[in-house]
């Protein structure tokens, strides 16, 4: 993992990923005048204002990758069974399988984000220092998260063999860089708002963003350090304006619609095309159906209102796959269900849904259309207007906060109403899916449904016991999480819910972690003698916070 010379990598670092970007978000003024002896594409000294959205569009790129099935986001959503899709569906992987992203972090994001931290101290550019360091901060805890140990002080350049470090270690660590990137907002916070892809340059975002994330680790290691994330998450709830608490401060990418370069989703990239994107999860599926839940028709797109499982004629559309199932693929392109409009951005389904009953108040029919005459009901045909892939990448929302907030209610002994954060979770996604679809030409829930959906959460929660409780907060959350599989991922490692479906025929055992990518195993000189070992350890080694076994 070489350092290479970050500025006229940005260059490259831009044009790669300017396809992530919305339209017009970069300018580039001109200078007065131009010195014929430098060379503008190999400047020597980094802009901070360029340097600062590569990071941010390489961290959403290989996060997110170039599907549903692909990069970190991909193959979490896979195990977590929000998509029915490649390998990771029978809990295989290899050391191929997130090659990529490791790459692009370690030799892209990393190195750029030591720039900007090492060349804006010495330039007292303290906001894009600020930034830098929450980035920094959130990205190696997700690479945490996912890989367990890692390469951590020696990355990011000047050393070729980096060794890996433990997992726990890097996390304290973290909550240092956090503590840092806060303090450094207070020092004087000036970020050209272009250069800020996530909150155009709003200091107050990045401290809510920054207190947040950190919120979210307490929360992340309570089973380990139960004293210090129950003495830590109580600090941020007792700072009145710290933490998002509204859907305006989400930690959220928003992708664009051009084509040309590509700004869209990438799950909307993948799926809105002639050859797809894989299957959708059929838990999910049932799930959002026994539940009522409204959200199914955000999420989930019928190709063919009569379609079923294997491509039968007498199902209602909803032809996904289970987990586990390895069955070649029939000719099923034209008919097989696809994603919805949130959050990738995609059509709204609006057709009939035969099996919905009178029990069912909040998913029903109301308005819906059957048979393709009528113009309502939209069979995408992948042209002009079927959907623009303007959706979302909900990294730290409002939502996540409120759900974190109601797991350490009922876990830690926090002191805060469980039920209502629960409630205020719930009605901050509705309203967030609202908002997508609508941005997308698509329907919204009315607010009198969202009131009552919102109303027999509390309800429900009213009459579980504390097991109950907490289950009902994990699917809520879960379902929820659909477009981050990463946090879904991290949620069923540490707590065990949702319960997930059995697979038909798993290739391995449920995967504890990722595997490394195996370029690294053989060119890193710590890890070359043991690379097998080490490797296979990462299928049933639990992080060092998941304590669950």
Not at 248 to 269: C, E, I, K, L, M
Not at 532 to 543: A, G, Y
């Amino acid at each position: 993992m070489k350092k290479a010379n970050h500025y006229s990598h940005i260059l490259k670092n831009l044009r790669s990923y300017l396809g992530l970007a919305l339209v017009g978000v970069f300018t580039i003024s001109c200078e007065k005048f131009v010195d014929i002896n430098d060379d503008p594409n190999n400047p020597t000294e980094p802009t901070l204002n360029l340097l600062l959205p590569a990071t941010q569009l390489s961290l959403v790129g290989h996060f997110s990758g170039s599907s549903a099935t692909g990069g970190l986001n991909g193959g979490a959503t896979t195990v977590s069974q929000h998509v029915a899709s490649g390998n990771l569906n029978r809990w295989s992987q290899t050391g191929n399988t997130f090659s990529t992203p490791w790459a692009g972090f370690y030799t892209e994001t990393i190195p750029d984000l030591e720039t900007i931290i090492s060349v804006g101290t010495e330039q007292e550019e303290w906001g894009y220092v600020a930034i830098a360091k929450l980035q920094k901060a959130y990205l190696y805890s997700i690479m945490v998260d996912v890989w367990g140990d890692i390469p951590y002080s020696q990355a990011g350049g000047g050393y070729p063999n980096p060794a890996f470090e433990n997992g726990q270690e890097i996390y304290d660590s973290l909550f240092d860089l956090i503590d840092e990137g806060l303090s450094d907002i207070g020092k004087g916070f000036s970020v050209t708002s272009s250069a800020d892809l996530f909150f155009q340059g709003s200091a107050e975002k990045w401290s809510r963003m920054g207190k947040s994330l950190k919120l979210k680790l307490l929360n992340q290691i309570r089973l380990v350090d139960a004293v210090r994330a129950e003495t830590g998450i109580k600090a941020l709830i007792a700072d009145a304006d710290g933490l998002i608490d509204d859907n305006r401060h989400d930690f959220t990418f928003q992708y664009g619609t051009t084509v040309s370069p590509n700004a869209r989703h990438p799950w909307f990239v993948s799926w809105y095309n002639t050859g797809r994107g894989g299957y959708v999860s059929m838990p999910l599926i049932d799930r959002l159906k026994a539940q009522d839940d409204p959200r199914l028709r955000y999420y989930i797109f019928r190709m063919d209102e009569r379609r079923g499982l294997a491509n039968s004629t007498n199902g209602e559309g909803y032809y996904g796959r289970y987990p586990g199932d390895g069955t070649a693929s029939p000719a099923d392109l034209n008919t097989r269900a696809i994603v919805g409009i949130y959050p990738a951005g995609g059509l709204y389904d609006n057709g009939t849904i035969p099996s919905l009953t009178e029990q069912h108040v909040y998913l029903n029919n109301d308005g819906a259309v059957s048979g393709t005459t009528n113009n309502s009901f939209k069979v995408a045909l992948f042209t002009n207007g079927d959907g623009n892939g303007a959706g979302i990448l909900p990294l730290i929302t409002n939502f996540m906060v409120k759900f974190i907030r109601a797991e350490a209610a009922l876990t830690l002994n926090t002191g805060e109403d469980a039920k209502q954060l629960l409630k205020d979770g719930v009605e901050a996604h509705l309203t967030l899916v609202n908002a997508v679809s609508a941005s997308n030409g698509g329907q919204t829930i009315p607010p009198a449904n969202i009131n009552g959906f919102v109303y027999r959460i509390g309800e429900q929660f009213d009459a579980a016991d504390a097991a109950g409780k907490m289950e009902l907060l994990m699917m809520q959350k879960w379902i929820a999480l659909y477009g981050n599989g990463v946090e879904a991922y991290n949620d069923y490692r540490r707590t065990g819910l949702p319960e997930l479906a059995d697979l038909l025929a798993p290739l391995d055992e449920y995967p504890m972690r990722f595997y490394y990518s195996e370029t690294e195993l053989t060119s890193n000189e710590t890890v070359i003698a043991i690379r097998d070992e080490f490797q296979r350890k990462q299928q049933f080694t639990p992080v060092f916070w998941d304590v669950n076994d």
